[in-house]
């Protein structure tokens, strides 16, 4: 949530600021902001409620080579102008990504109430740093008072008498820094600055980074000297851009089978599961009891796939937690627990302390994280990285799929390795995953169809998505995504539990995705199929039985291709979030940033 950028260098400052906050604009998008040195050593600060195209137009051009800017998320005070990022006082202007928890009572304990004009924590906070700054030495002021917060941040600190250097330091929050013949950059991810530099490293935690134009000072709050550790990223600057489509999201849904090759190619060996390059040993996948998967959203519900697969599969307990509950709910993990984390972004604040509770239960931590050295997979035990490339639109689509693929590879080396399935068995099962990226592309031809069948849904209010076993889990991929893009009213029903009480919401017209992929819960799912049909919901079915025409049962059927049934998820999933997808630009939306939402949730 929020995203911020650093640049210190020998070229103008404000244009790389602004196109980083564009690129960052899925963090948060509802105000937007910089501050730069002017020539005369003061700080200039422009920002606005909006987005980072208002923001350019209240923009003059400068010559300044040094500046910070930040794109918001409101958590703190609500969308103005005052509450924008940077907030500067007396000589110090600051952004921040993160939470300061204690921002009242630091407020109150230091006096600085009368200062504040914003109704922000962060603006506490660069009072405190202010207060303790005596004009000589910032890196002094940091160190006082960094340990008087609680809570998360990622700071960017300019003092007004130190033109042309940045402070910064983090707690939880991320941020990555490079130098560049340009100069020193610094922002929440690097797609801010790409462009300039592929090599990067991730500031440490608690540790203070001084960025001048031509070098940079990483130190920890006790004075010693910290060496960088550089990573390389292994896409390129055309991975973060639109290359043609309308739109980041529809341009994701596209790359899925490109993406889900990337996953599992890497790891089949003669064609059998191989996690050797990921460092994982057979031990891991022999010595495990029962399996818990923790994961908020989207990932929380490609781990659903993973444990209606897990548990068919391998007869072991196999539990799905939203990680913001099971922080607090006294989780059953021992020590023979397997506990899988997801996350694409590897930086959900839910997620990495729910990765943190368990480690200190199990040492059998494994993350499927598709951000290179991101807080979730640099603290699992192992991590699976998807290599899915960026994912810009805040709806996720392709880090569902990848996600789902490595849960396929990975119950295929737990059977193996447990002798839950037999050698022949698992080259079939692997065969039929390298097929999986063929079968989304032929679906992917669906979409004139499926664009036109949304028509019907853009006047809803209110839509049900239904199915029973894998397609139930399914169903509640595709209700989060219509929710969160189209903002129609979506819910997803275990088919059967309809009867129970939701059927009362049914009436003439209201739009019913049902799916029905499975053959053991069909004919079950086609009679609750029938019970809403009869009461006047408008059907969209989706199947693999291409004899259905039937109008009793569905109004519109989409015939997905034949493939084994326990791949189906995939090519099902690709048409949900075609429906979402179409009914948000249908209704004239932005499906790429949905209002209220940021793409990484890095406060509780
Ligand atoms: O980065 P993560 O995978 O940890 O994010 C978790 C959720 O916030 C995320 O999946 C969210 O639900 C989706 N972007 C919604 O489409």
Sequence with gaps: ????????????????????????????????????????????????????????????DNDATCGIGHTRWATHGGVTNANAHPHKSGNVALIHNGIIENYHELATTYDLEDRLISETDTEVAAALFDKFYDGENPIEAIKEVIPLLKGSFAFCIMFENRPGVIYAVRNVSPMVAATSKEGSFIASDLTAFIEYSKRYFIVPEYAILTLEANKIDLQDLNGNTIEPEFLEVDWDMTAAQKEGYPTFMLKEINEQPAAINRTIMPRIKDGLPSFEEDGIPDSFFADCNDITIVACGTAMYAGMVGKTLMQDILGIPVTVAIASEFRYERPVITDKSVVIVVSQSGETIDTLEALRLAKTKTNKTLSIVNVKGSSIARESNYVLYTHAGPEIAVASTKAYTVQAAAFYLLTCKLALVQNAMSEADARTFIR????????????????????????????????????????????????????????????????????????????????????????????????????????????????????????????????????????????????????????????GLNADQPRNLAKSVTVE
Excluded: W
Aim: some cysteine; overall charge neutral.
């Design 432 to 587: 039929n995953l390298e097929n999986v990226s063929d079968n989304i592309a032929e679906v992917l031809k669906l979409s004139d169809k499926v664009e036109q069948l949304t028509k019907r849904m853009l006047n809803a209010s209110h839509t049900f998505f239904i199915g029973r076993g894998s397609d139930y889990t399914l169903s509640m991929e595709g209700a989060l995504k219509l929710k969160e893009i189209s903002y129609i009213h979506a819910e997803a029903y275990a088919a059967g539990e309809l009867k129970h009480g939701t059927i009362a919401l049914i009436s003439e017209g209201v739009p019913v995705i049902a799916l029905a992929t499975q053959s053991h819960v069909y004919n079950k799912v086609i009679s609750n199929i029938r019970e809403v049909k009869a009461r006047g919901a408008y059907v969209i079915l989706l199947s693999m039985d291409e004899k259905i025409t039937d109008a009793t049962i569905c109004d519109t059927h989409i015939s997905l291709p034949k493939v084994p049934e326990q791949f189906a998820v995939f090519e099902a999933v690709v048409i949900l979030q075609m429906i979402a997808y179409f009914t948000s630009t249908g209704k």
């Design 1 to 60: 949530m929020c995203g911020i950028i650093g640049f210190t260098g020998n070229i103008k400052a404000q244009d790389i600021l602004l196109t980083g906050l564009e690129k960052l604009e899925y963090r948060g998008y509802d105000s937007a902001g910089i501050a730069y040195f002017k020539e005369n050593g003061k700080i200039s600060i422009r920002k606005t409620a909006g987005k980072v195209k208002d923001l350019r137009a209240i923009c003059d």
